[in-house]
């Protein structure tokens, strides 16, 4: 199944797609776009170009596993992208991925505007990685939709 990846951001998000087989995740891209209904086309688009069949938002929960501002605001995202789309969306915990996606880059030697440009397709790329790692080791779970 093709699943989309999406790290939301307020200014900035990335996008990321598997292959059928859900072995390889690849950045897609960086959307700009600072209002919300703009950005949730542009996902919409997104997805329908790449044939994604389920959307993965990430979920930036407290580092306790809480769920604070920005994890109401993704999942908020997530349900209305999946009232656009028609698609089936899923919140997957994002904890550290930019962080993580931070440290990939270090060690590329990627600096300034070039890494401002591809921070949020990486950590969209490590969500999709972590939620299709968890559909192979749990093949008869599916994590549950964002409430609403």
Partial sequence: MRILSVDYG???????VCDRSELLASPVGVITEYRRDRLLDRVAVAAAEQQAEQIVVGN????????GPRSELAAGFARELGERTGLPVVLWDERSTTVSAAG???TADLRGKKRKAVIDAVAAVLILESY????????QEEPDAPPG
């Fill in 104 to 106: 990939i880059l270090n």
């Fill in 10 to 16: 307020d200014a900035r998000t990335g996008l990321a």
């Fill in 132 to 139: 299709l790692a968890y559909r192979k080791n749990h093949p």
């Fill in 60 to 67: 930036p929960l407290n580092m306790n596993g809480t769920a």
